[in-house]
Structure formats: C-alpha cells, structure tokens
C-alpha cells in the first residue's frame, strides 16, 4: 500500500464479514484495501471453521455409513479402512480452492489485500505489520473492524491443539482418540464430536444445560436429536458442569459436577475438546489509540448502522453483536457498505437461520417453542415426521420431523424447526416464508415437488391450520 494514499474504506480482517464487504465496496466503486494477517482470506469459516468441518462432516458421514447402512440397501463391501491423512488432504483441497477463489474475485473488484496485522495508529490510519516482513500503513476514510472470534479458553487446561483441542485441533488431528470428552455440547461439540465419534472414538459429551445444541435450538427438537446422537454411539451427560481439569498426565482428567451442584465425576480421555463458546477478537487491533471500548463480553459497541461512537469506523461479523454465524457476517458485509454507499442497508435479524450439520442435520429459523411460552404468546404448532413421507422412505432416511409453529390468531409463521436429512437446505424455505411474512397456510397451498423431502415441509405446514394428508 502506498503511505501517501487514501483508500475510501480500509478493512481489518479478510473472514467472512471483511471479504464480503470488500468485494461489495469494490463492485461499489470504492477505493477499497483489506488487511488480513492470517496469510488466507476467507477467516475462521474457510480456513479452520465452516469450510473443514462440513468436508470432514460428509467424508466421516460416508465412511460411518458404508459401515453400518449398505446391506440392507443391496449393496455389499468388502474390507472398509479409514485413510484418514487422505480424509484431511479432501479437506484441505476444498479449503485452499476457496481460500484462493477469494483471491482471485478481490483482483476482479479491485481490492487491494494487505497481507499483515492492522493495529490502528489514530482514527483515519492502520499501521500494518506485514507477514513478509517490514511495515506499511494505509489510511481510510472509513474503516470497518471485522477481526471476528477466537474459542474460549477453559480456565486452568492449556490449549496444546493436540491433547486438549479447540475446533481447530479437532479438524486436525493425525489419528482418532480412543476416548474423547466434549465439554460443551453446543454446535461445535456435537459437528465435531460426530465427526470422531464416527471414525471410531469412544466420544461422551458434557452439557452445562438441560439440552444439547444450545438455547436457541427447540426443546422437543434437541431431545429427538440427542436420541439420534445417542443411538449413533455418543454419550451425553446434561446438566452437568465441568468445574475444572488436569491436563499434567499423559491423560487429561476432567472433574464434573452436576449442575446445580451435588454428584461429582471424573473423567479420563485422551483428547478433550473445549467448545465452550467462542468470544470477540480484539487482540493488538490498538483500540486504545482510538478509545474504542468493548462491553463486558468483548464486543464493539456499534449502533444500527454498524457505526462505532468514530461514525466512520463501523464493526461487522462475530467481533460484535448477534448470533456468530457465518451468513450472518455475510448479511452485514453488505448491508454496512450500502449504508456507506447510499444511506440504507437492510439485515433481519429475526430470520437468519441455524444449522448443526451432524447427521440427520437440524436446522431452525425464527422463534422455538419454549421462547415463545416464556414471552407468553398463543401459538400453533404443526408437524410431519419424515418417516410418513415417501422420499425419507425410498432413501431409507426417515429419522427427524419438520415443526411449525405460527400465530394462533393470525397463522404468521413465527418459526420453523427441522431435524432430518437435508434439513440444512430445506430452511431455505422456511427462512423465505419469515422473511415474506407468510402465514403456514401459504406454504401448504404451495405445490411441492413428489417425491421429495420437501413434501415434509408443506405437510407440517398444512398441519398448523389444518390435517396433513399423508400421517
Ligand atoms: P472471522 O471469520 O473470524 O475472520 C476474522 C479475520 O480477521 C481472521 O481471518 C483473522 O485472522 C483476521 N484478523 C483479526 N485481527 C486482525 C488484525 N488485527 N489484522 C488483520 N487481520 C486480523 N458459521 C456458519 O454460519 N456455518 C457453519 O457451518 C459454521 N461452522 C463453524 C465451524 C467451526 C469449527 C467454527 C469455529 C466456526 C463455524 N462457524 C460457522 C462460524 C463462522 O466461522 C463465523 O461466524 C465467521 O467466520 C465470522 O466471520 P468474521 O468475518 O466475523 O470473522
Ligand atoms: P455454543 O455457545 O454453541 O455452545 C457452548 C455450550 O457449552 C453451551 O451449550 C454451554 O451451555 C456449554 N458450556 C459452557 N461452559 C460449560 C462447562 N463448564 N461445562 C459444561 N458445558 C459448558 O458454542 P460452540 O459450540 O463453542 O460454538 C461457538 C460458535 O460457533 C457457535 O455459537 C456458532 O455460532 C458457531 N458455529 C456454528 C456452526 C454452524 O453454524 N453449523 C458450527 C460451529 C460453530
């Protein structure tokens, strides 16, 4: 970068919120420049999150499968064996083809790429650090923070990536523990708890709270899940806290502690993975030389147009408010240079959908059933199990169901819960109804396709304010 010029926008951060909104500055005719440190764009989704997990979810859910589900299908195998240094090199094969084809649209859009660690020097002026060495600095008329998050640590286990593990160990590791502990029975936990659990490790999950996937994901839904995960070999231990662990042997021991205090355990595992959650990341960006504060959980104070108390310095992805999703980084990319560029931008937090891509997947868009008991509104809830619908059954996939749950008075749709095969894609839908403000009765009246898993969908929908046809 060129110290004398001035870039209408510099980035910090090339992760899913900073790429996304440099392509767009780009396309918008802005003088853009993006800074990232970590040598490849893309953030945690491509390089260590969404992108590895999801290859290592398929390629594992392939092997466990021509295991354990081909007889009955007429299909025989013979010897079965895991190779999994080629299971890795899939993976890093369909990382690096993205990584790089970011790249390749930043050179398309004219964005200049910053290889190195921004810090800020004063408002309008990021020093960076660069990774071939030496230093630049590039100033910007508007500077958007997107330094995303880092996994929280377990206070007193090290993180050694190999023994006690984050994600990022976990779509690493060289061989398959025998017994591995999951503190944390949220997405993490279970994607990459499933993955190994599949390639043969003895997996037990500890749960803070009463069900797995975390609050956001629906009670009945999470029990059925966890029902799937169990009968696939996984363990689960809920309302159980972790209290403290001991990673000194050549075994790591992990005391727990029953929720509400009581029953103490101790648990010995080989690996154990800390999925904990993940907090801001902030580290070394210079927010003091700016008086930029972040609140008690580490995020950067920013009002409904992503501006910080700086207007110009705006803050976008998992560094600040809202769920840490990689569409939702995306959504505000966007939105944060339209606001720039013309004044307006346009996210509805209220229908961003979650993904858990074990297998079956569950998928959920809007409001859950106990969220709306607790704000006491009337709702209806309709629901279709996959084992009534004819695609399930011809796929000999048939475990999960889709739930609705609309307005008593209005049939508005106020939230759509999945569990099952393909659920992932299939709250596409259910995320275009909230959006358009449809009612389940407009989904129901909707032709849709035969035989396809869809038909679940319509089905449950019909089930809100009506019957379904086929159960
Ligand atoms: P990040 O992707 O974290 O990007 C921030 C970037 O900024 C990083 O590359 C970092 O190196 C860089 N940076 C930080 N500080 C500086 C600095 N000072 N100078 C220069 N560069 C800097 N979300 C989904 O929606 N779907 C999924 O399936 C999914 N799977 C996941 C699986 C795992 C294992 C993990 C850990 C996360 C997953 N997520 C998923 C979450 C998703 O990865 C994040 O929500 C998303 O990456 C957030 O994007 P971001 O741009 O805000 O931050
Ligand atoms: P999480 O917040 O989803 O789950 C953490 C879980 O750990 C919670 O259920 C919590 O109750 C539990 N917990 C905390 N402390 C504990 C203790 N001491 N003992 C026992 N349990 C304890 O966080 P996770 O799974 O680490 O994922 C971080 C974020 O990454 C997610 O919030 C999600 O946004 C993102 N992500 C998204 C994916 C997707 O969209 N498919 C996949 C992976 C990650």
């Known amino acids: 970068a060129s110290e004398a010029e001035e870039k209408d926008l510099v980035i910090i951060g090339g992760g899913v919120a900073g790429y996304v909104a440099a392509i767009k500055a780009g396309q918008s005719g802005l003088k853009v420049a993006c800074i990232e440190k970590r040598g490849s764009l893309g953030?945690?989704?491509?390089?260590?999150?969404?992108?590895?997990?999801?290859?290592?979810?398929?390629?594992?859910?392939?092997?466990?499968?021509?295991?354990?589900?081909?007889?009955?299908?007429?299909?025989?195998?013979?010897?079965?064996?895991?190779?999994?240094?080629?299971m890795m090199k899939a993976k890093e094969t369909s990382v690096s083809g993205l990584t790089k084809g970011i790249e390749f649209l930043f050179k398309k859009n004219n964005v200049e790429y910053i290889k190195g660690t921004g810090a800020f020097q004063d408002e309008n002026t990021v020093a960076?650090?660069?990774?071939?060495?030496?230093?630049?600095?590039?100033?910007?008329?508007?500077?958007?923070?997107?330094?995303?998050?880092?996994?929280?640590?377990?206070?007193?286990?090290?993180?050694?990536?190999?023994?006690?593990?984050?994600?990022?160990?976990?779509?690493?590791?060289?061989?398959?523990?025998?017994?591995?502990?999951?503190?944390?029975?949220?997405?993490?936990?279970?994607?990459?708890?499933?993955?190994?659990?599949?390639?043969?490790?003895?997996?037990?999950?500890?749960?803070?709270?009463?069900?797995?996937g975390g609050p956001?994901?629906?009670?009945e839904i999470a029990k059925m899940t966890q029902k799937m995960l169990a009968k696939q070999g996984m363990k689960f231990k809920l309302n159980t806290k972790v209290t403290k662990g001991d990673d000194s042997g050549e075994s790591v021991k992990i005391n727990t502690e029953a929720a509400k205090g009581g029953?103490?355990?101790?648990?010995?595992?080989d690996v154990v993975l800390v999925a904990i959650g993940r907090r801001p990341y902030t580290a070394g960006l210079g927010l003091d030389n700016i008086g930029l504060e972040t609140d008690e959980k580490g995020r950067l104070v920013i009002?409904?147009?992503?501006?910080?108390?700086?207007?110009?310095?705006?803050?976008?992805?998992?560094?600040?408010?809202?769920?840490?999703?990689?569409?939702?980084?995306?959504?505000?990319?966007?939105?944060?240079?339209?606001?720039?560029?013309?004044?307006?931008?346009?996210?509805?937090y209220g229908a961003i959908p979650s993904v858990m891509y074990t297998h079956p997947e569950v998928a959920w868009v809007g409001q859950?059933?106990?969220?709306?008991k607790a704000a006491g509104v009337k709702y209806r809830v309709g629901s279709f199990p996959f084992s009534a619908n004819s695609r399930a059954k011809t796929?000999?996939?048939?475990?999960?169901?889709?739930?609705?749950?609309?307005?008593?008075?209005?049939d508005r749709i106020l939230g759509v819960h999945i569990v099952g095969p393909n659920a992932g894609e299939m709250i596409a839908e259910g995320t275009l109804?909230?959006?358009?403000?449809?009612?389940?009765?407009?989904v129901a009246r909707t032709s849709h396709a035969h035989p396809t898993l869809s038909e679940a969908f319509k089905e449950a929908a019909m089930a809100t304010y009506d019957k379904a046809i086929h159960y």
């Open 303 to 348: 009002d409904q147009e992503y501006r910080t108390k700086i207007p110009h310095i705006r803050v976008i992805g998992d560094v600040t408010f809202g769920p840490m999703l990689a569409h939702k980084a995306e959504e505000e990319g966007v939105a944060a240079v339209e606001y720039l560029t013309k004044g307006y931008g346009h996210v509805n």
């Open 216 to 219: 956001g994901m629906d009670a």
């Open 368 to 372: 859950n059933e106990q969220e709306l």
């Open 43 to 86: 953030g945690t989704c491509l390089n260590v999150g969404c992108i590895p997990s999801k290859s290592l979810l398929n390629n594992s859910h392939l092997y466990h499968q021509i295991l354990h589900d081909t007889k009955n299908r007429g299909i025989e195998v013979g010897d079965v064996k895991l190779n999994l240094q080629t």
């Open 433 to 442: 109804a909230l959006e358009y403000g449809a009612s389940s009765e407009d």
């Open 263 to 269: 029953k103490e355990e101790i648990l010995d595992a």
């Open 128 to 212: 960076v650090n660069l990774i071939d060495g030496g230093e630049t600095s590039v100033r910007g008329k508007n500077i958007f923070i997107a330094t995303g998050s880092e996994a929280t640590p377990f206070p007193g286990l090290t993180i050694d990536e190999k023994k006690v593990i984050t994600s990022t160990g976990a779509i690493a590791l060289q061989q398959v523990p025998k017994k591995m502990v999951v503190i944390g029975g949220g997405i993490i936990g279970l994607e990459m708890g499933s993955v190994w659990s599949r390639l043969g490790a003895e997996v037990t999950v500890v749960e803070f709270l009463g069900q797995i």
């Open 395 to 410: 796929n000999l996939d048939t475990e999960g169901i889709v739930k609705f749950i609309s307005d008593a008075n209005t």
